[in-house]
């Protein structure tokens, strides 16, 4: 059985000027897209491309709360996110490496608070 | 042995040690050309990547006076930094794989993500003050521009 693959443009069907972190910063937020985008279509069970041409730009607070913030604070584990999530950019690959490098970042994170919560109880 | 042997013999040698005179001359030019193709091609890499250093600057002066100013006073230089750094990011994608054809080192993308990542690290983000001088993000913005301009000239160096 495959899953369908549902596509979001980050410039289409979010903004093209994506920018900050967290809703308070704007409309526009990483946590907005995140919340609002990125895991409705990942808790669908649908594997989700995630195409990032078209903005004017990124700051890495916005791709770090909108990517990382997946495991962070939706508790989406790597492994599922590895198989069902993936991006493509065809003016800058370099975002894909950034990208994967705050979900790793966000991995370690997470099991380094969970292995001190372990340790404390 | 009749004398039509001795000229077949003679026409041969000639003809011979010309044909071989003629391959060598063909395979020189050949050379030739080669190495004046080669040095161009490594000249217009040298160029493009002196180009693409001379942004680095610029967008470090960028960082520097919308860290300098409270957020509220820079939200236009943000979206122009982060603009500017996608074309930069774009040309040096675009410079990484013309060296990786040329068979030269890549420069790798690390050095990049290192420095986008440090120049907005803090940006949309409300600060009523500037950044100081002595703040990680404004440390770690020197230290990546430091890491992009030696990457740089390192495959400068490496194309020369």
Redesign the interface.
């Given at each position: 059985m495959t899953i369908p693959i549902r596509k979001i443009s980050i410039a289409k069907d979010f903004s093209k000027v994506p920018a900050g972190r967290y809703a308070e910063d704007g409309p526009k937020s990483g946590q907005i897209f995140r919340e609002q985008f990125l895991a409705p279509a990942l808790e669908s069970g649908d594997s989700v491309l995630v195409d990032l041409d078209g903005t004017e730009g990124y700051g890495s607070s916005f791709l770090e709360e909108a990517f990382g913030g997946l495991i962070r604070k939706q508790r989406f584990g790597r492994a599922d996110l590895l198989s069902r999530l993936n991006f493509t950019s065809a003016a800058d690959p370099s975002l894909l490496v950034e990208i994967n490098q705050y979900l790793d970042e966000a991995t370690a994170e997470d099991s380094a608070a969970s292995d001190s919560k372990k340790s404390r109880s | 042995m009749d004398d039509s042997f001795w000229k077949g013999l003679t026409f041969g040698a000639v003809a011979g040690s010309l044909a071989i005179e003629l391959i060598r001359q063909f395979f020189g030019r050949v050379m030739r050309r080669s190495a004046e193709k080669g040095e161009i091609q490594r000249k217009l890499i040298r160029e493009d990547i002196e180009s693409l250093a001379s942004k680095v600057m610029p967008l470090l002066s960028l960082a520097q006076e919308y860290y300098g100013k409270p957020s509220h006073q820079g939200k236009e230089l943000?979206?122009k930094?982060?603009?500017?750094?996608?074309v930069f990011?774009?040309a040096?994608?675009l410079l990484d794989t013309r060296i990786v054809e040329s068979r030269f080192p890549t420069i790798g993308?690390a050095p990049?993500?290192s420095f986008?990542?440090s120049l907005?690290?803090?940006?949309?983000?409300?600060r009523p003050n500037a950044l100081d001088i002595n703040d990680p993000v404004a440390v770690a913005i020197f230290n990546a521009t430091a890491k992009v301009q030696e990457a740089l000239s390192k495959a400068k160096y490496l194309a020369a």
């Open positions: - | 943000a979206q930094l982060k603009a500017d750094l996608q990011a774009n040096w994608n993308n990049l993500i986008r990542r907005t690290g803090l940006l949309d983000r409300t």
